[in-house]
């Protein structure tokens, strides 16, 4: 258990669905807005992505220029990770099990620069390291003990987690439009599900090419299958929050210095719009590029990881087969 004054930053932040769409009724939560959008994703599927990412950010920028702004949420956990003089020896009591993709090359190197711009302006803000990106497909829980990390991890079993780890193998989930997405806490690079951007629009192509008919299975439809194998399995997913969101943290605050003043924040606000129009200019699709496309999967199947895990450590249970 984590002391209060230890609390981490994730728990003093929001993180509501703001598509529009109820989970409540659903035993399986991605069913709800898979339902919503009628199982179409080139119409709505990604339309519901872009409403919570686009309305999240509104909200965040809103509040973080407010005059009522009161700095940002700092993580004490993370600070001492980074810091052992704030307290010799502590260690994270956090014990995870999670289902993570990992950012192909193209994509790794594209963080890459993009923590270097966002360093120019933040020089104190904690970089999540590169070989430490991921995106979460699917937590099966958080913050527990070791040992009921074992427990768990023997319930589900090698045929359900072997089903997991390799099924972007056969379902290929491809998404797309990189754009930063931030509040108090932490800034990342936030993906939307395709629809059939920069693709042909018919399937008279050579088989080994991605069609428009491929992007009808989505990294929401991935992220609901998921569940249900673990479910299928006996496994309670107790994820902390299910929102429509592909996105991989960049950064976290370690200290308001960066940021104490409404100039300097204003000034990080200018730094991420000009990184966004740069993203949408060169890395969103076009006629014949497709540079920020991702296909979940590629080189390597998700990887399932547990232990202290919430600044992307841990150690890999079992790594499905990537194409």
């Excluded at 920028?61 to 702004?69: H, I, W």
């Excluded at 594209?110 to 020089?123: F, G, H, S, Y």
């Amino acid at each position: 258990m984590v002391p209060p004054h230890l609390e981490s930053a994730d728990a003093r932040n929001t993180f509501e669905d703001l598509s529009g769409v109820d989970i409540a009724a659903y035993n399986n939560p991605y069913d709800a807005l898979i339902e919503a959008c009628h199982n179409d994703p080139v119409a709505q599927i990604q339309a519901r992505y872009a409403t919570h990412r686009d309305t999240r950010n509104g909200q965040q920028r809103e509040k973080l220029l407010s005059p009522e702004y009161e700095g940002l949420i700092l993580d004490p956990i993370l600070q001492r990770l980074t810091d052992p003089s704030i307290e010799p020896g502590y260690q994270d009591p956090r014990n995870c099990i999670v289902f993570w993709a990992r950012p192909p090359p193209h994509i790794k190197s594209l963080v890459d620069r993009i923590q270097q711009e966002l360093l120019k302006l933040a020089p104190s803000i904690w970089l999540m390291p590169l070989q430490n990106l991921h995106l979460t497909a699917l937590e099966i829980t958080h913050s527990l003990t070791a040992p009921e990390i074992t427990s768990i991890i023997t319930a589900l079993g090698d045929s359900a987690s072997t089903s997991m780890v390799d099924y972007p193998y056969t379902h290929r989930a491809r998404i797309i439009k990189p754009t930063l997405s931030y509040d108090g806490a932490a800034i990342a690079l936030s993906f939307l599900p395709a629809a059939g951007e920069g693709l042909p629009s018919n399937s008279s192509v050579p088989s080994s090419s991605r069609t428009r008919e491929d992007d009808n299975f989505t990294y929401h439809h991935l992220r609901r299958d998921l569940f249900n194998i673990a479910q299928r399995a006996g496994i309670v997913v107790d994820s902390r929050y299910v929102v429509p969101s592909s996105h991989i943290t960049l950064g976290r605050f370690l200290t308001q210095g960066d940021h104490d003043s409404a100039e300097k924040m204003a000034g990080w606000f200018s730094k991420i719009e000009e990184v966004n129009q740069w993203l949408e200019d060169e890395y969103w699709p076009k006629e014949g590029m497709n540079e920020g496309e991702w296909i979940i999967g590629q080189e390597m199947g998700l990887d399932y990881r547990r232990g202290t895990l919430w600044y992307g450590g841990g150690e890999t249970v079992k790594l499905g087969k990537g194409f």
